[in-house]
T-cell receptor, first 115, second 114 residues
Framework: GAGVSQSPRYKVAKRGQDVALRCDPISGHVSLFWYQQALGQGPEFLTYFQNEAQLDKSGLPSDRFFAERPEGSVSTLKIQRTQQEDSAVYLC?????????????FGPGTRLTVL | GNSVTQMEGPVTLSEEAFLTINCTYTATGYPSLFWYVQYPGEGLQLLLKATKADDKGSNKGFEATYRKETTSFHLEKGSVQVSDSAVYFCALSVFSGGYNKLIFGAGTRLAVHP
């Protein structure tokens, strides 16, 4: 079956532009996560949705970052007034059930470059 | 707080060599432990996991044992292949509030040459 998909795969933005990154999780997956992966580093948690509810946004680096999942499926991560330090790969992951140790399935990521 | 430390890379090995990538963690509560792998040009995928102390996760010839006494989850493979060349990430999650938030190490790049 289809995995997690993300679009666009690559995005180049000029400093100050707004960007929107899309995530299509595996159908039926309750949980959806966004992570940020800087070059040469491991992914870092940004935010978590359970269905349409955003239960944890503790990892969002500033109020320029906003995420939504209005119908409990597709999610969008929006970054306003992008800065060079926002350059990273943004990963989306989903998981099916709410139990300890469940696997998260990752998308291919969106590589954002801010010039 | 929760954190993961793994050995720095790159690790360069000849084909059929023995592999160890060290991973230690700090966690409150009872974490689950994971190894994820990222092959060139591909997304992260789960390699193996263990959800409680003394569990051994295994897959594709890789193994790791959850050692609570040493807070470690070292990845091993007896005989690596060129196709194992990838970046390997150790991670933990603590189930809290009804979900598992993954915390990753910095990753270890493995290069296997013929």
């Amino acid at each position: 079956g289809a995995g997690v998909s993300q679009s666009p795969r690559y995005k180049v933005a000029k400093r100050g532009q707004d960007v929107a990154l899309r995530c299509d999780p595996i159908s039926g997956h309750v949980s959806l996560f966004w992570y940020q992966q800087a070059l040469g580093q491991g992914p870092e948690f940004l935010t978590y949705f359970q269905n349409e509810a955003q239960l944890d946004k503790s990892g969002l680096p500033s109020d320029r970052f906003f995420a939504e999942r209005p119908e409990g499926s597709v999610s969008t991560l929006k970054i306003q007034r992008t800065q060079q330090e926002d350059s990273a790969v943004y990963l989306c992951a989903s998981s099916l059930v709410l139990v300890q140790g469940v696997e998260q399935f990752f998308g291919p990521g969106t590589r954002l470059t801010v010039l | 707080g929760n954190s993961v430390t793994q050995m720095e890379g790159p690790v360069t090995l000849s084909e059929e060599a023995f592999l160890t990538i060290n991973c230690t963690y700090t966690a409150t509560g009872y974490p689950s432990l994971f190894w994820y792998v990222q092959y060139p040009g591909e997304g992260l995928q789960l390699l193996l996991k263990a959800t409680k102390a003394d569990d051994k996760g295994s897959n594709k010839g890789f193994e790791a044992t959850y050692r609570k006494e040493t807070t470690s989850f070292h990845l091993e493979k007896g005989s690596v292949q060129v196709s194992d060349s990838a970046v390997y990430f150790c991670a933990l999650s603590v189930f809290s509030g009804g979900y598992n938030k993954l915390i990753f190490g910095a990753g270890t790049r493995l290069a296997v040459h013929p």
